[in-house]
């Protein structure tokens, strides 16, 4: 079932709107209904991400909990990280 939104803008407003949105092919609803179903996607996205965060923040702290995480130093994990970042940057080279 469809919702209707409705608000509130002045005169002005509105008139400059609906010209902006003629000038595009488009009705002034039609650009109201486009920015939120876009809005209401990124919206979907950030709580998607946000729910995988927190399955992996989870699962890390599973992992600590039943012992089997692994732990590195900072200087060992720095210089593994600058390695890794040295493969990626030379395959691009090649």
Known sequence: MDARIQFRVDEETKRLAQLMAESQGRTLSDACRELTVGLAEEQRKSMT???????QINAAFDKFDSGKANFIEHDEAKSLMDA???KVRNRDKI
């Open 49 to 55: 991400h946000d729910l995988w965060l927190t399955e």
């Open 84 to 86: 890794r970042k040295n």
